[in-house]
């Protein structure tokens, strides 16, 4: 097992990462300051892992609540079974919340975490490879509102993560490509040698290898906390983390949430955000061919929908097509392992982006 830390202060928090964690309480137990304990899962996780982890908290008082299984289920009136739940079997100040699943349960479970009774603590056991990467690292936590994606939420750190590789055995091939697009990312934003890496082992990492599936959690781990520390509550340098993601919403807004994954929607983002920086001169074309074979490797789509015209994608980025220059904010590439947050986009480069990646 290897353990990092999230360093914030009084808000810091380890990460504990490897295989077989979740039978050993011992390793997380200690995490726990309280008797009461609410676990929160769906139901989709509930039936492979929610016995197992309430056996190990054997000497606490445990409940549980299982959320229905979906996006489309991440708003305030699923967050209220939490809450009812909590008042209910009468959890006081003192409780802790434990996510159990992906990121939808770990971003509902913190914003519940954050809010009852002004704040108990809280700890995440990711169970997809993106939650493990990116989501329950950080301490962004929420809900969607019917007006927009994880619009009501707070920052909120928890008491632990404990990413258990195991868990990921029984994930669909599809889910962990889409959190393989947040790994990818990491190598592209700040971390050469790790795309590198990424290049060597992808077969092994689509293939389910524990150790290898390790060592890229770690790796994304730490590249995501060194930002997380420097800029907890994104006032500039966290935005790096949204490479891709731009374009890669006007995607997923145009395709109807669910129908591509957002992973999914974060790789053609990303090649396009390359394909941009290509144009700007800052990769060379052999740089942008590196970063489309390894998606496609990744069994991740590299194009945006064939139907999407550059109309469509300035409506919902949200920028008028003569005024880009200023109200467009993008991550781009200034070469392989290092991004930049710039608002100097050139109109005509951006719209020849969206013909060329569809
Ligand atoms: P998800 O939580 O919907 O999980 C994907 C699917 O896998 C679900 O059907 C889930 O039930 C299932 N599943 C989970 N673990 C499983 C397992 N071990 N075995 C079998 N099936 C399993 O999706 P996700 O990709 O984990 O997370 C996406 C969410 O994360 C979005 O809501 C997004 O907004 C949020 N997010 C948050 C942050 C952040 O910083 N807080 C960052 C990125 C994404
Ligand atoms: N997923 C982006 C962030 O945590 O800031």
Redesign the pocket.
Known sequence: MQTLSVSLGDRSYPILIGSNLLPQSNLYVPHIHSRQICIVT????AP??LEELKNKLADFYVDSVILP???SH?NLETLNLIFTELLEKKHNRTTTLIAL???????MT?FAAACYQRGVNFIQI??????MV?????????V?HIMG??MIGAFYQPQAVIADIS??????AR?IS??LA?VIKYGLISDYQFFVWLEQNIELLMAGDEAALSYAVLRSCENKAQVVTQDEREGGIRAILNLGHTFGHAIETAQGYGNW???EAVAAGMVMAADLSMRRGDISHSDFNRITNLLERSNLPTKAPQEMTPEQFIELMGVDKKVVDGRLRLVLLKSLGSAIITSDIDAGLLLETFAACR
Not at 42 to 45: I, K, P, R, W
Request: glycine share 22%; aromatic share 2%; net charge negative.
């Open positions: 769906n139901n989709t996780v492979l892992y299984d979906g996006e991440k699943g992906g990121g939808v349960v770990g971003d913190g990711p169970t997809t490879l993106l939650s990116d989501s329950s690292v950080g301490g962004k936590t929420g969607n994606k994880n868990l990921l055995k029984t994930l669909p889910e889409a959190g947040e994954l957002h992973g």
